[in-house]
């Protein structure tokens, strides 16, 4: 159904920065951190340098490897998921992989993403129906380099070849303001399963969508939008959120949790109501910097019928072959 498949892609969100920062000391896993405090004094970092710099950090890394958790409560529907990352960086080429699964009842959704470095491969399974799709990286390559336009790789949006988590802090950085920016802490424990966990601090960032984009979204209400007015954001068509909030942590800026809001009252079709968390990502027993299998970045479709997107994708560009 298509409103599951917006649920699980939502959901998953792979696929929603930018001036040098110096890169922190080596990661550890979150299991053997020792407990550290804030800085002591006023906040003066703004939440856009947070997340523009926590883009900058996650792709210094050679390798990321994570568990991803997954809630989800939308249209009624209570979800809960599971799954892995992996991202591998070699000079500029980025592959990764991306595995989850969300339960809903007795129904589980299956969402496999892998960047190949040559392709991006998709495999989405709902009830017992499978789709497949890819993307041929160096064919977008060719056509943007024959037009000179290179560059255009650093439009995320448009880019799969740089997806995985930087792709999604990316996208937020671009679509989202981040005027609250708090020191706080989340519990460890919960984020690496250990029970001599400690709590771990963080910058809790909160990101509203930014006019522009929110005139886009709500065309009805450009007018508005632009003279300042308010906006009653529960107009935005579902699944979308109303706002975001990252848990960062405190010494390397890496996202652990991510949530997304939206207001309760659009069930109940009265007033505006307070916002409520629509989906709540967190990533679990972190590794950063471990070497991870080779083959874990390869997928063999076997005799899956798969649907080239290449051309369509190239359309979405304004380029034709």
């Given at each position: 159904?298509?409103?599951?498949?917006?649920?699980?892609?939502?959901?998953?969100?792979?696929?929603?920065?930018?001036?040098?920062?110096?890169?922190?000391?080596?990661?550890?896993?979150?299991?053997?951190?020792?407990?550290?405090?804030?800085?002591?004094?006023?906040?003066?970092?703004?939440?856009?340098?947070?997340?523009?710099?926590?883009?900058?950090?996650?792709?210094?890394?050679?390798?990321?490897?994570?568990?991803?958790?997954?809630?989800?409560?939308?249209?009624?529907?209570?979800?809960?998921?599971?799954?892995?990352?992996?991202?591998?960086?070699?000079?500029?080429?980025?592959?990764?992989?991306?595995?989850?699964?969300?339960?809903?009842?007795?129904?589980?959704?299956?969402?496999?993403?892998?960047?190949?470095?040559?392709?991006?491969?998709?495999?989405?399974?709902?009830?017992?129906?499978?789709?497949?799709?890819?993307?041929?990286?160096?064919?977008?390559?060719?056509?943007?380099?024959?037009?000179?336009?290179?560059?255009?790789?650093?439009?995320?949006?448009?880019?799969?070849?740089?997806?995985?988590?930087?792709?999604?802090?990316?996208?937020?950085?671009?679509?989202?303001?981040?005027?609250?920016?708090?020191?706080?802490?989340?519990?460890?424990?919960?984020?690496?399963?250990?029970?001599?966990?400690?709590?771990?601090?963080?910058?809790?960032?909160?990101?509203?969508?930014?006019?522009?984009?929110?005139?886009?979204?709500?065309?009805?209400?450009?007018?508005?939008?632009?003279?300042?007015?308010?906006?009653?954001?529960?107009?935005?068509?579902?699944?979308?959120?109303?706002?975001?909030?990252?848990?960062?942590?405190?010494?390397?800026?890496f996202p652990h949790r991510i949530e997304y809001y939206r207001s309760s009252s659009e069930q109940a079709g009265q007033g505006r109501g307070a916002q409520q968390p629509i989906v709540v990502i967190e990533l679990i027993q972190l590794n950063v910097n471990v070497p991870i299998d080779p083959s874990r970045f390869f997928y063999n479709p076997g005799n899956l019928d798969c649907i080239d997107q290449t051309g369509d994708f190239l359309k979405q560009l304004g380029l034709e072959e």
């Amino acid at each position: 159904m298509r409103i599951r498949g917006s649920i699980a892609q939502l959901a998953i969100l792979i696929g929603m920065a930018l001036p040098e920062v110096a890169v922190l000391a080596q990661r550890q896993p979150v299991q053997n951190r020792n407990q550290t405090t804030h800085p002591a004094g006023v906040v003066s970092i703004s939440g856009a340098e947070l997340v523009q710099n926590a883009v900058r950090l996650l792709e210094s890394r050679a390798t990321i490897s994570a568990r991803i958790r997954q809630q989800v409560n939308l249209f009624g529907k209570e979800m809960v998921g599971a799954g892995t990352y992996l991202e591998q960086r070699t000079g500029g080429n980025l592959r990764f992989r991306l595995e989850s699964k969300i339960r809903l009842g007795e129904e589980t959704s299956t969402l496999l993403e892998v960047c190949d470095g040559q392709y991006l491969w998709r495999y989405q399974r709902l009830h017992e129906e499978g789709t497949l799709t890819r993307i041929d990286i160096d064919r977008v390559l060719r056509a943007l380099e024959e037009v000179d336009q290179l560059g255009r790789i650093e439009t995320v949006e448009q880019w799969p070849g740089l997806g995985g988590l930087p792709k999604l802090l990316r996208g937020l950085y671009v679509n989202f303001d981040f005027p609250t920016v708090e020191q706080a802490k989340l519990d460890s424990t919960a984020l690496s399963e250990s029970p001599s966990a400690v709590q771990l601090p963080v910058w809790r960032v909160r990101g509203q969508w930014k006019r522009e984009r929110m005139a886009e979204l709500l065309p009805d209400r450009k007018d508005d939008i632009a003279a300042g007015k308010p906006v009653n954001l529960a107009e935005l068509p579902p699944p979308l959120p109303q706002a975001v909030v990252l848990y960062l942590a405190a010494d390397d800026l890496f996202p652990h949790r991510i949530e997304y809001y939206r207001s309760s009252s659009e069930q109940a079709g009265q007033g505006r109501g307070a916002q409520q968390p629509i989906v709540v990502i967190e990533l679990i027993q972190l590794n950063v910097n471990v070497p991870i299998d080779p083959s874990r970045f390869f997928y063999n479709p076997g005799n899956l019928d798969c649907i080239d997107q290449t051309g369509d994708f190239l359309k979405q560009l304004g380029l034709e072959e």
